[in-house]
């Protein structure tokens, strides 16, 4: 029997709220990879439309695990990072390069930004001290707001085209990322999808727009996305199943259930698609 690939995501740990580390636990899991956590900071709730939480910051203890770690001879196929700070950007890089077994891949989704605007608690520097955490990355996974962000440029949402996008992902792999993914895309607007570059080609994946806007789709298609590639997929088919999986989490979402999306109930849809995706592959 071979080895299971073990990834690190590192990012918070939204106690209530469907996002972060509560959702890659499950979904990275159910991609037949193991998971290990390194929760960057513990809140009560995500930001995003509760309208308090308490915030503890751990990248004190970060440094202390690596070394933990280090002593052990612990190590990752991948890491994976979600919503981090500032000051957890020079710890994560370090933990990425000391703690990496041979081949290990960086899976980096720039969380910090949707709809034109940064979250709540990062200030308009932020998204340069990012980019450094993008620069390593062998997966980048941002929307259109964090892309524009990353850049340096206002966001742009509608009204553009190809020429566009080509021009977006290849400003993507000039910040060192070497393959962009990058969602939140729509040339028509009865379809949403995602750009997949590895910069040589660009390919496109789309889907039905749905209506509903939830919190912590990003983290639910980040999720799916690393953990498919762990499992041998190509970024484009890796891509395709993670929006298949949101699309099904918001179609099994009630409209009072405004905080999140019920993954739960796509577990089966994951399991089953990815089970048959890797039995065939051999
Ligand atoms: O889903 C992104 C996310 C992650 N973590 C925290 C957030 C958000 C989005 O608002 O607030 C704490």
Redesign the pocket.
Known sequence: MDTPKRLLTIQ?V?CVGQ??ATVALPLVSACGVECAALPSAV?SN???GFKSWTFRDLTEDMSGIEAEWLKQGISFDAFYT??VCEPQIGPILSIMDRCAAPGALRFVDP?MADNGRL?AGFGPDFPAKMARLCAGADYVLPNLTEAALLLGREPVLEGYGEKFVEETVRGLHGLGAKNVVLTGVSFDPGLLGTAVSDGKSLQYDFNKRLAAMS??T??VFASVFAGAVMRGLSALDASALAADVVCASIEATPPSHWYGVCFERALPLLVSRLGGACAAQG
């Open positions: 918070d939204s996002c972060s809140l995500h930001t995003g979600g919503y969380a979250y919190h912590g990003g983290d």
